[in-house]
């Protein structure tokens, strides 16, 4: 049993259950966990990428962010400063005697 044969499992948390059953007893040596998330998360990725007729996964989970969905890109607001008012100071502010 190595690390890569636990990174070709489907499951994922199967994996990660096993691989850190077989390294707490001595069966497997120590992996470093984000590693192995990356490089799970990299190959789904790429096999993503590389499907043809396959939504990419990063804009079809975002609704919105896909600008190909639209005539064109959104509007931004322009900008209007914020009105000038007088400043506070003894004369202006009123007296309560």
Do not use: C
């Amino acid at each position: 049993m190595t690390h890569e044969a636990l990174a070709g499992l489907s499951d994922w948390r199967t994996a990660s259950f096993v691989r850190e059953l077989l390294t707490h007893h001595g069966v497997l040596p120590h992996a470093d966990k984000q590693l192995i998330l990356f490089e799970r998360w990299l190959t789904q990725r790429l096999t993503s990428m590389n499907a043809p007729n396959t939504p990419n996964s990063s804009t079809a989970s975002r609704p919105g962010t896909n600008y190909d969905d639209y005539d064109e890109r959104p509007r931004t607001v322009p900008y209007v400063p914020p009105q000038r008012t007088k400043p506070v100071n003894a004369s202006t502010v009123p007296s309560t005697s």
